[in-house]
């Protein structure tokens, strides 16, 4: 019988950000996501050397630290294809860190979307496409293959989980939100409904969220959060199940919560004392799903994520901005992709990543200051007028370029 353990998934992402593009641009600026000095707001190449400086160069020294230390850590990541693009022309040391990770054998990679996109549920074969490259990408990185996947923003449904089992996944990844769940665990391994070999694993949403959103939170009323009092938390949550998936953001470390916080000194903490636990085990993914059967067939109908109080698409579609932008944006894809100009397609595909999108949404409260934290932008609006110029544009250069395409919406 398998002991109780963790799987601790990290993502990590960085996207393109479209720059202030005007309409006094369009037809005369192919420049989309400006890497000049005076776009310092969203400048791509300034954003990334910082985040790399802040979170993704010492948790990875921080990982290797504790992969050398301890025998029985082990831990899973996504790396997104616009991450590692802006990695290798910007910080190729982050690569290089990542590969000695990644070649211990105790970190696993995951399949998802190269652009960080929610093509699935506008565009299957787009959606197939960029899974393959991503494949691609990191076979020829790392020198290894993604078994297992997850769509971006854990956006997921009983389709999802049904495609993934016929591309030949092992295993899912989704969040454990209560309205799916209802009364059961998110420690078990589930089975989609129509399937037969893959396995479900859904994120232990309170738990994670502990350290990624409340860590350095100083009115909520369990802080601080030490090690004792979290490992306590998990050992609890042991009773409904015996896996635990802490799923987050990478740039958790460092970048929404700040070294300064303490979150590095936590985190090693953490991990080397349950590392030392004879009783209890790391788990990556596949481990996970090796180590344990799924209890129940879990139906999914609707589409879940692991953003915003909802937990739904709503981030990224829920006012009329976003679902016009979208729909520009996959209105291009068959005039785009016939023209076989690989310059166009990829500023299309990067202004496909979700958080083109995200940008946009004007939710208010908790909600609401979550995406105006993340966005460069001083305005929902902003983001949408610039993001449609950029659309206008592209349909300029298939009118002037190759006779194709429509300068309207």
Known sequence: MSQPGIALYLHVHQPYRVRPYTVFDTADSHEYFSTTRDDASSNNEVIFKKVADKSYRPMNQLLEKLLSENDSFKLSLSITGT???????????????????IATGRVEILAETYHHSLAFFYSLPEFERQVALHRKKIEAIFGVTPTVFRNTELAYNDQVGQWAEKAGYKGVLAEGWDTVLDWRSPNHIYRPPATNSIGLLLK?????????FRFSNQSWNEWPLT??????????????????????????????????TGIFGFFDTFISDWASREDRQFYTVSDALSAFSPVAELTVPQTTTWADTERD??????????????????????????TEDTALITDWRRLGASDAVYYMSTKWLDDGDVHAYFSPYDSPYDAFLYYINVIRDLRWRLMSNHGTGHLHG
Do not use: C
């Open 83 to 101: 991450f590692l693009e802006q990695a290798e022309q910007w910080a190729p040391d982050v690569i290089a860190s990542f590969q000695r990770i």
């Open 313 to 338: 698409l709503s981030a990224w579609t829920g006012n009329s901005m976003q679902r016009e932008a979208l729909r520009h944006l996959y209105a291009l894809e068959h005039d785009i992709l016939r």
């Open 227 to 260: 090690t004792d009092k979290y490992a306590s938390w998990v050992e609890n949550s042991f009773e409904k199940g015996p896996l635990v998936n802490l799923f987050m953001d990478y740039e958790t470390f460092g970048e929404h919560q700040w070294a300064d």
């Open 204 to 212: 232990n949403y309170q738990l994670s969220d502990d350290i990624a």
